[in-house]
C-alpha cells in the first residue's frame, strides 16, 4: 500500500529525495574497465562484452543493422503501430521547430555589431533501451529533435536479443526519425564505441538517450571526450491536487510506478478526504496491473502521500524535489508557482504517459533534482550558438578605453597592447 506521509516527517520525505542516491563505487570500477577496454581494443571487445553481458555472438558484418533487416521490420509491427508511430513523430517534430534557437544580429552602439549564428551539431548517438520494455518512443524523442536540428550523421545503438536481432518497433522507429546507422549494442560497451569509435562504429559528438546504470555511468566516464544529454536516474512523477478524481490520480502514480523498481511517484495534498481515497484506488488498480511485480515494489519503497497544510506548502515542497514530472490537478494558475520541473502538466486530463508518448513534449527530463539546474532534451541540445563580433575602426576605439583598463587591472600585457593596436592612427 502506498503510504500517507505528514509533512513534519522529515526523515521519510528526506528517504524519498535521496532514491536515487546509492554507493556506485564498484560499479563505477567495473564500467571504467569497460570503458578503457573499448577505446584501446575497439570491435574486439565490444564482442567479447555483448557475448559475456547479452550473450550473442557478434562479428564485424553482423555488427550493422541491414536495410534488409529493416524492411523486415516493417513487416513485424502492425499498420496501426505505425500510423502510432508517425502520428507521434509528427507532433514531436512541429514542437521541435518551435524550440529551434534562431540566429540574430544587433547593433550594441555605432560600429559595434554583435550576433550570433546557430551550427547543428555534426554528429550524434543515440542509445535505445530494450531490456524489460523496448522503447520505439525514446528513438522519436532523441533522434527527431537532432533531425529537426539539422544534424546530419545519427546514429543509434540498442541491445540484441539473443537472436541477435533489435526489436523490430526500434528500428521502424529509427527509420522513420531519420537514423542512417544502426548498431546491435547495448551497455556501458556501446557509449564507449560511440564516445571513442572503432573500426565499424562511428564516433559522435555528443551521445544522448535513457540506459541503466551502466550506461549512464559509461556516460559520465566518456564525458569531456563527447558531449552528453545528462545523467538520469530513476524515473518520477509528483502530482500536485487539492481535489480530483482519484481514480485518475492513481493511474498516473501506477504509470509511473511500472517503469522499474527505483521509481518514484508521489501526490501532494492538503486534502485528507483525497489522500484516503487515492491510496485505497492505488491499491486496487495495482491488484489488477500486468505489471504489478515492478509497480509494487516503487509503490512500497520510493512511493508515497504526502499531506502538508495548504497549496503553497505543496509548491514549496515540489519546488525543493524538482521532479521530472509535475502534475497540478485542480489549481488555478499553478504553474506561476513552479520554478523547478522537467515537465509540467496541467489539468486533470494532461496525464503524464501522453508526454511520454506523443503529445509533442520531449520525454527525456531531469531526474534527481537536475531540473533545479538545466531542462529536458529539446533541439537546443542538437546546435551550437556561437557568438561574433564586427567592429568597425571607431567602435574598437570605443571599446578599447574599457578593455585596456580591465587588461591593466589583470596584468594581462598582452591583451592590452593588442587593443592598443586598435586605437592608432
Known sequence: MIPIILLKNKRKIQKLKERGQTDLREIEQRVRRI????????NTAIFKFTKKFDKVELKENRLKVTKKEIQKAYGKVSKKEIQALKQAQKNIKFFARKQLPKPFETELEKGIILGEIIRPLESVGIYVPAGRFPLPSSVLMNALPAQVAGVEK??????????????????????????????????????????????????????????????????????????????AGPTEVMVIAGKGNSERIAADLLAQAEHDVRAS??????NKTLAKTVQKEVAKQLAELKTKEIAEKSIQNNSGIILVKNENQA????????????EIIGIQNGIQKVNNAGGIFIGEYSCEAFGDYCSGTNHVLPTTQVAKYRAGLSTRDFVKQITYQKLSKSGAQKLAKTGIIIAEMEGLDGHAKSMKLRMKK
Request: overall charge neutral.
Open 315 to 326: 509548491f514549496e515542497l515540489a519546488n525543493d524535489f524538482a521532479p521530472e514530472h509535475l
Open 265 to 270: 511517484a508521489i501526490l501532494v495534498t492538503w
Open 154 to 231: 545519427i546514429i543509434a545503438c540498442s541491445p540484441p536479443n539473443q537472436q541477435g536481432k533489435i526489436n523490430p518497433g526500434i528500428l521502424v522507429a529509427c527509420d522513420l526519425a531519420g537514423v542512417k546507422e544502426i548498431f546491435k549494442i547495448g551497455g556501458a560497451q556501446a557509449i564507449a564505441g560511440m564516445a571513442y569509435g572503432t573500426k565499424t562504429i562511428p564516433k559522435v559528438n555528443k551521445i544522448v538517450g535513457p540506459g541503466n546504470i551502466y550506461v549512464t555511468l559509461a556516460k559520465k566516464e566518456i564525458f569531456g571526450e563527447t558531449g552528453i544529454d545528462f545523467l
Open 35 to 42: 570503458v578503457q577496454e573499448v577505446r584501446t581494443k575497439g
